[in-house]
């Protein structure tokens, strides 16, 4: 097919399947489950593949890979996200999540859904296309991360056929910032990487009449925040993005009581490694005698996260000209500044070439204008369609 041929084979494909779709992704949604939870997300999406005839396999627990195996050609592999959040839905609608505390505010239902119809339409139309696609159905993106453990499983490789390696990689993220009908393309670093910190800041006990017998762990937790944000703000060139966050400071059970223990929890964000390993060093080498300068003492734990996101030049120019050759110009929407939260989807990018872009949903007029993690985020599931219709036009240009 050539760039018309494969618009007129997307504009009526995707609209045939739409219905079908939207019932998968309501029922995904009423059904959410936590990372490495993931059992009946699972059986969903293998009953799906089943019913198409597409080939599968479970990996990592919860993990489905999938793979359409087409004749001679190149090798394009997708990446949804299947996992939700630990949230409790407030949205007033016939769909909502029917677990407590539990919903898909990421997203993810949606991305799940929009892989599962295009993996329908190229199972379908075998006859439009030739080569090779993968879908990796990913557990865990919100938790200790899916995608680096898939990768360690072997779901980069090929059963015969050692030497083969995938040539393009595309995934998409739901965009509650983007109105529906526009996506948006971020080209080179995207996403951050992170690291995650726990400190204990241990003092002594004493009554409050005489804190000078004791060592007030609050007050040192305190100048602990100061110390923190010294590394952002004096320690690191300023054109560079970093942000440290505390989001939990607790200490002390009495108001008569000098604290004897602080624990504080926050997280490290960079746009590179190096930065993040700058500033985990600093504070396990400086932090420790910063404490003991005021009579305590520090325990640190840091565990790294997820390394940053960032696109392959090449692959996010295709994608830039597929939208704009789909939906127009005026659908296309390129994105100056990186995001500060973290993806990984970075596991794969660091192994394929590829690009991670945005797909609107806001809805103004429908009410959808809460962001991520809200109790309240959902999806215009017109989106559910433009996704298809793009991640269509990505597979088969490039494999054309």
């Not at 529906?180 to 670093?189: L, M, N, R």
């Not at 006990?205 to 944000?229: M, Y």
């Not at 400071?249 to 009581?257: I, L, S, T």
């Not at 109790?375 to 793009?390: M, Q, V």
Request: one cysteine or more; charged letters at 30%; glycine letters at 8%.
């Amino acid at each position: 097919m050539n760039s018309k041929e494969i618009n007129d084979f997307i504009k009526q494909n995707t609209g045939k399947i739409y219905d079908e779709i939207v019932k998968i992704r309501r029922k995904i949604h009423m059904n959410p489950e936590l990372g490495d939870e993931e059992f009946e997300t699972g059986k969903t999406i293998k009953d799906f593949l089943k019913e198409n005839g597409i080939e599968y396999e479970e990996v990592i627990n919860t993990g489905v890979v999938a793979t359409i195996y087409n004749g001679e050609g190149k090798t394009v592999a997708t990446r949804a996200d299947i996992d939700a959040l630990p949230i409790f839905e407030e949205n007033d609608v016939e769909y909502k999540s029917k677990i407590d505390g539990k919903m898909h505010a990421c997203g993810h239902d949606g991305h799940t859904s929009v892989q599962l119809g295009v993996a329908k339409i190229l199972a379908d139309n075998k006859d439009k296309w030739k080569g090779t696609v993968r879908f990796f159905f990913q557990p865990a993106e919100e938790t200790n991360g899916g995608a680096d453990r898939m990768i360690k499983a072997g779901t980069l490789k090929f059963k015969g056929d050692e030497n083969r390696k995938i040539d393009a990689f595309f995934a998409l993220h739901m965009a509650p910032e983007i109105e529906t009908g526009k996506i948006g393309i971020k080209y080179g670093k995207a996403h951050a990487t992170s690291a995650m910190f726990r400190l204990t800041i241990n003092g002594v006990s004493a009554h409050a009449a005489q804190p000078q017998k004791g060592v007030d762990a609050i007050l040192i937790g305190a100048k602990v925040l100061e110390f923190l944000q010294s590394i952002v703000s004096r320690r690191i060139d300023p054109r560079e993005e970093a942000v440290i966050t505390v989001g939990s400071f607790k200490g002390g059970e009495a108001e008569n009581v000098v604290c004897d223990k602080v624990d504080m929890l926050g997280t490290i964000r960079t746009m590179s490694k190096e930065i993040r390993t700058f500033i985990i060093e600093t504070i396990k080498r400086d932090l420790p005698k910063f404490v003991e300068s005021l009579g305590g003492k520090a325990d640190i734990r840091i565990r790294e996260g997820y390394a940053p996101v960032i696109n392959n030049e090449e692959i996010t120019k295709k994608v830039e000209q597929n939208i704009i050759d789909l939906y127009g110009k005026e659908s296309l929407e390129i994105i100056k500044e990186a995001r500060m939260d973290v993806e990984d989807v970075s596991y794969f990018l660091n192994e394929i070439n590829g690009c991670f872009f945005r797909l609107g949903t806001r809805n103004e007029e429908k009410g959808l204008i809460y962001d991520l993690h809200h109790p309240k985020f959902n999806i215009d599931e017109e989106s559910l369609k433009i996704g298809i219709g793009l991640q269509l036009k990505n597979i088969l240009e490039f494999l054309k």
